[in-house]
């Protein structure tokens, strides 16, 4: 028989023969954990790895950020109200009825967005022509403002200013300015007839920058406007996001330096003796977003020796859609004769 005091001799050796089989548990649990986490860590580090090697390769797909990923989830968004927008639009075009301008919602005043912007492009000393516009359809004072807030038609004399700043044609203009208050003042264009080209340019640009419009029209300051039936036309034209309407024509190609028409790029034009099509000069329009087209890129847009040229340039190889329109065409094409649009 053993004695009490081998039974506790007994079971303290039972308790620390436990305490090591506990701690090799322990042990080898953190072990486990251990070796598992490396595993996943390794697997981690070759993913990463392989799309890193993918991304140089050009086999795998670039990594976007989380700011990159909302902007496409948004613009997913807005594209799928867009079409629907649209299938709206055809739906109501047709059961006959007609389109109105946008609107936009500032708190609890709701201003609807201008028809157009028109620029007229004039020049120093050409004050008897910008008063005859206003007198036969633009408008001054009231006039000009009942026009902007009634019909949705914003008009413009557009002008840089002269090589000799501040001189007497620009103090001019300011002056017929501040009693008009119907100029646009290009102050970062010299006015020099090889510049119109540019002043087109500018004025597409600031216009799109300044008013939020749904069409931005380029007039000459001898082209007098059936206003009224100019904005029905451009109603006709408000289901197309990207137009570009005007008298469209193709014209030749003048190399001779003395000519009147001379093209200093004119090796640049395919056969040398006709331009691609494009919109006459003395009238034409485009839509909001082709302005802004402009506008973003105008310091990379080439110009021509003529502004029409050079318009119908900067939208080849764009998915816009030309509108060859009758009612922009000049009356009459003879030298000093008015032009009648509309």
């Given at each position: 028989?053993?004695?009490?005091?081998?039974?506790?001799?007994?079971?303290?050796?039972a308790f620390?023969?436990r305490?090591?089989?506990?701690?090799?548990?322990?042990?080898?649990?953190?072990?486990?954990?251990?070796?598992?986490?490396?595993?996943?860590?390794?697997?981690?580090?070759r993913?990463?790895?392989?799309?890193?090697?993918?991304k140089?390769?050009?086999?795998?797909?670039?990594?976007?950020?989380?700011?990159?990923?909302?902007?496409?989830?948004?613009?997913?968004?807005?594209?799928k109200?867009?079409?629907?927008?649209?299938?709206?639009l055809?739906?109501?075009?047709?059961?006959?009825?007609?389109?109105t301008?946008?609107?936009?919602?500032?708190?609890?005043?709701?201003?609807?967005?201008?028809?157009?912007?028109?620029?007229?492009?004039?020049?120093?000393?050409?004050?008897?022509?910008?008063?005859?516009?206003?007198?036969?359809?633009?408008?001054?004072?009231?006039?000009?403002?009942?026009?902007?807030?009634?019909?949705?038609?914003?008009?413009?004399?557009?002008?840089?200013?002269?090589?000799?700043?501040?001189?007497?044609?620009?103090?001019?203009?300011?002056?017929?300015?501040?009693?008009?208050?119907?100029?646009m003042?290009?102050?970062?264009?010299?006015?020099?007839?090889?510049?119109?080209?540019?002043?087109?340019?500018?004025?597409?640009?600031?216009?799109?920058?300044?008013?939020?419009?749904?069409?931005?029209?380029?007039?000459?300051?001898?082209?007098?406007?059936?206003?009224?039936a100019?904005?029905?036309?451009l109603?006709?034209?408000?289901?197309?996001p990207?137009?570009?309407?005007?008298?469209?024509?193709?014209?030749?190609?003048?190399?001779?330096?003395?000519?009147?028409?001379?093209?200093?790029?004119?090796?640049?034009?395919?056969?040398?003796?006709?331009?691609?099509r494009?919109?006459?000069?003395?009238?034409?329009?485009?839509?909001?977003?082709?302005?802004?087209?402009?506008?973003i890129?105008r310091?990379?847009?080439?110009?021509?020796a003529?502004?029409?040229?050079?318009?119908?340039?900067?939208?080849?190889?764009?998915?816009?859609k030309?509108?060859?329109?009758a009612?922009?065409?000049?009356?009459?094409?003879?030298?000093?004769?008015v032009?009648?649009?509309?």
């Amino acid at each position: 028989m053993l004695s009490r005091g081998s039974n506790a001799r007994l079971s303290g050796m039972a308790f620390r023969s436990r305490i090591p089989t506990l701690l090799l548990s322990m042990f080898a649990t953190f072990a486990s954990i251990y070796v598992a986490g490396r595993l996943w860590q390794d697997a981690q580090n070759r993913v990463y790895l392989i799309e890193e090697l993918d991304k140089i390769t050009g086999q795998g797909h670039s990594a976007i950020s989380v700011d990159d990923t909302l902007k496409i989830i948004a613009c997913r968004e807005q594209q799928k109200k867009l079409a629907a927008l649209e299938m709206e639009l055809a739906a109501a075009v047709q059961k006959g009825f007609t389109s109105t301008r946008s609107t936009e919602t500032n708190g609890t005043h709701t201003k609807k967005r201008p028809l157009v912007v028109i620029g007229i492009l004039t020049r120093f000393g050409r004050n008897n022509n910008r008063d005859a516009i206003r007198k036969a359809w633009m408008g001054s004072g009231g006039a000009l403002k009942n026009l902007e807030n009634q019909k949705g038609i914003i008009a413009r004399f557009v002008i840089g200013r002269s090589a000799n700043r501040g001189d007497q044609f620009d103090q001019a203009i300011d002056s017929e300015n501040r009693k008009t208050n119907d100029f646009m003042i290009l102050d970062d264009h010299v006015e020099a007839p090889e510049e119109y080209s540019k002043k087109a340019k500018l004025f597409f640009a600031h216009a799109a920058e300044k008013w939020d419009a749904e069409f931005y029209a380029k007039v000459n300051d001898d082209v007098f406007l059936n206003i009224d039936a100019f904005g029905a036309t451009l109603a006709t034209h408000m289901d197309k996001p990207r137009v570009y309407i005007g008298c469209m024509k193709s014209g030749e190609v003048f190399s001779e330096p003395g000519h009147k028409w001379y093209e200093p790029d004119w090796w640049k034009f395919g056969d040398k003796r006709s331009y691609f099509r494009h919109a006459s000069g003395e009238l034409y329009v485009i839509s909001q977003a082709l302005a802004k087209f402009i506008m973003i890129n105008r310091a990379i847009l080439r110009t021509y020796a003529h502004d029409d040229v050079s318009a119908g340039s900067w939208f080849i190889g764009l998915d816009v859609k030309h509108v060859d329109e009758a009612k922009f065409c000049c009356s009459s094409w003879s030298s000093g004769a008015v032009c009648a649009g509309v």
